[in-house]
């Protein structure tokens, strides 16, 4: 399975954007997954915005994204979702959508990234 995002752009503070992932490829998804969104600002850590579990749908966010972003999964199309809202200029950052076997929150495959500035 390969992981391919998009949807990312250039947006004033305050604004909202909405990033996609695409799983494509042969193999199959297994329940047990999760995909995750993870961030890396220049000159920082790379850090785990938030992630769901692909069967059950459970949910983990970051306390700095917390009733701002949204993850969702679309089952039937392959795909995976994170709505951004009231962005702030720390938000910037190339984001990453990312696939953890386990479900743990440790990541084993990325998506090549997609940049979100956000001007003030």
């Known amino acids: 399975v390969q992981l391919q995002a998009s949807g990312g752009g250039l947006v004033q503070a305050g604004g909202s954007l909405r990033l996609s992932c695409a799983l494509t490829?042969?193999?199959?998804?297994?329940?047990?997954?999760?995909m995750g969104w993870l961030r890396q600002a220049p000159g920082k850590e790379r850090e785990q915005v938030a992630s769901i579990r692909w069967g059950a749908g459970t949910t983990y966010y970051a306390d700095s994204v917390k009733g701002r972003f949204t993850i969702s999964r679309d089952k039937t199309k392959n795909m995976v979702f994170l709505q951004l809202n009231s962005l702030t200029p720390e938000d910037t950052a190339v984001y990453y959508c990312?696939?953890?076997?386990?479900?743990?929150?440790?990541?084993?495959?990325y998506g090549q990234g997609t940049q979100v500035t956000v001007s003030s």
């Open positions: 990312a696939r953890s076997l386990r479900g743990d929150g440790t990541y084993d495959a």
């Open positions: 490829g042969p193999g199959r998804i297994f329940s047990s997954w999760a």
